[in-house]
């Protein structure tokens, strides 16, 4: 009654083409991580930068003398120390060798 006519596509081309979308999900989902871990850190980098703020703007606000005010001020650079290279240390152990 009829005539079709049916479009076969060879199996080395599907397979070919089934191998490039594989390619492409696993590129898709390695993306997707590092755009987390940037949001992760920048986050990180924000808040930090947000506590330092706090901690200056209580120093300004406490301090009754000049060396109270100095030794606050040697204490926030101390902790500003510790938290970049906890940043440091965590972005190298997040940080895949290519």
């Known amino acids: 009654m009829f005539n079709f006519t049916i ?6 081309k599907l397979d070919h083409i089934s191998k490039e979308i594989a390619k492409m999900i696993v590129e898709l989902e390695d993306l997707k991580t590092k755009v987390t871990d940037l949001k992760s850190a920048s986050d990180a980098a924000e808040n ?7 901690r200056l703007d209580q120093l ?4 009754t003398d000049l060396e109270t005010l100095k030794q606050g001020l040697v204490e926030v650079g101390q902790q ?5 290279n906890d940043l440091a240390a965590a972005v190298v152990a ?5």
């Not at 479009?7 to 080395?12: A, L």
Request: aromatic share 0%; charged share 20%.
């Open 48 to 54: 930090l930068l947000t506590l330092i703020k706090q």
């Open 7 to 12: 479009n076969v596509i060879d199996n080395q």
């Open 94 to 98: 997040n940080t895949p060798a290519e």
């Open 60 to 63: 300004l606000q406490n301090a």
């Open 80 to 84: 500003i120390e510790q938290e970049k």
